[in-house]
């Protein structure tokens, strides 16, 4: 299992940017495809974001191409989600997300993975 922190939430008005964090722990990080992934109020979790364990390739939701983009750094073993012209309905609960199995490529489906952060708030104000 490997343990995840996300941050980098907060409040912000429309048309602002965030970026989001998360710092893994407990095995080998740069094995292993990273995700986000959002739960907006009253509604299901949604995908967002996705990354291959190299970082070469990348997936996005359709609400979010053009606006979000995923990144990792190995070296650090953390995944990140720079989110711009953000609009109120990216608000959400953000969390991140580890694949089951090494050296994948991208995976967009949540039974795809493994562990889980606990979350962080994004808040879009209009």
């Known amino acids: 299992q490997v343990q995840l922190v996300e941050s980098g939430g907060g409040l912000v008005q429309a048309g602002g940017s965030l970026r989001l964090s998360c710092a893994a722990s407990g095995r080998t990080f740069s094995r292993y495809g990273m995700g986000w992934f959002r739960q907006p109020p009253g509604k299901e979790r949604e995908f967002v974001a996705a990354?291959?364990?190299?970082?070469?390739?990348?997936a996005y939701a359709d609400s979010v191409k053009g606006r979000f983009t995923i990144s990792r750094d190995n070296a650090k073993d953390t995944a990140y989600l720079q989110m711009n012209s953000l609009k109120p309905e990216d608000t959400a609960v953000y969390c991140c997300?580890?694949?089951?199995?090494?050296?994948?490529?991208?995976?967009?489906?949540?039974?795809?993975?493994?562990?889980w952060g606990q979350g962080t708030q994004v808040t879009v104000s209009s």
């Open positions: 997300a580890a694949d089951r199995s090494m050296l994948r490529s991208e995976r967009t489906n949540a039974a795809d993975f493994g562990s």
């Open positions: 990354i291959s364990w190299t970082g070469g390739t990348t």
